[in-house]
């Protein structure tokens, strides 16, 4: 079953604005990891961030997990067209369970 | 190192036709997966390896497929006969660590295999 399930489903924004897309998930876990994946491309990982962290950063990625609710937050700061993609979020237990992905729309 | 290689990049095909998808995985990865994607149930695992031995394969959808592989630089997927509802993408993935839990488990995915069962 699907573990990591992201809210909201679509999200459009205009460009230098920040996008929040929120995940949850069902048991607990070891870790979780947030994917990229541009139209027609592969999956490509952006961050992690472990059961026992709060808060990460990298970039203009902020990451927050809350294990008490089961949930996950990622932030792209001061967006730019070429973050428009789908984000994934992934479930790390004895194997890696993905949402079904937020479509994300920067509006130049 | 190129990545994750994937053939093809699209598969047309009909109905009954057998189909045989191809993974090449990062070199020194020594776990590999195999996820199909669509827009109804997102990414299901399918099936993965370890030491090109396969160690979960139950996501594999029915007998119709299968997956081999043979050495530590190529895997397959092949689908016999292949039906409509098998048009998915594809993908390859594969992992330094070990996906138990005390590794993090980061996959690193081929561009995928776009197949169209008509």
């Known amino acids: 079953s699907q573990q990591g399930e992201e809210d909201p489903q679509a999200l459009s924004i205009q460009e230098g604005e920040n996008a929040t897309m929120n995940c949850s998930y069902k048991?607990?876990?070891?870790?979780l990891q947030w994917y990229r994946q541009n139209s027609g491309r592969g999956l490509v990982h952006l961050i992690l961030?472990?059961?026992?962290?709060r808060e990460k950063h990298s970039g203009r990625l902020r990451v927050t997990l809350d294990t008490s609710k089961k949930s996950s937050s990622l932030l792209i700061t001061a967006s730019r067209a070429a973050d428009t993609a789908s984000y994934f979020c992934?479930?790390?237990?004895?194997?890696?369970?993905f949402g079904k992905g937020n479509q994300v729309v920067v509006i130049p | 190192d190129a990545g994750v290689i994937q053939s093809p990049r699209h598969e047309v095909t009909e109905m009954g036709q057998e189909v045989t998808l191809r993974c090449k995985p990062i070199?020194?990865?020594?776990?590999l997966f195999w996820y199909r994607q669509t827009m109804m149930r997102g990414l299901e695992l399918l099936i993965y390896?370890?030491?090109?031995?396969?160690?979960?394969d139950s996501g594999m959808p029915e007998d119709r497929f299968s997956a081999k592989m043979p050495n530590a630089s190529f895997s397959t997927l092949k689908i016999q006969p292949s039906e409509p509802r098998d048009s998915a993408v594809y993908f390859c993935?594969?992992?330094?660590?070990?996906?138990?839990?005390?590794?993090?488990?980061?996959?690193?995915f081929g561009e995928g295999s776009r197949l169209t069962v008509l």
């Open positions: 993935a594969s992992s330094l660590t070990a996906p138990g839990p005390l590794n993090t488990g980061e996959l690193f």
């Open positions: 048991t607990s876990i070891n870790n």
């Open positions: 961030i472990r059961s026992n962290e």
């Open positions: 992934a479930a790390k237990t004895n194997r890696l369970a």
């Open positions: 070199s020194g990865h020594d776990y």
């Open positions: 390896f370890n030491n090109n031995v396969p160690i979960d």
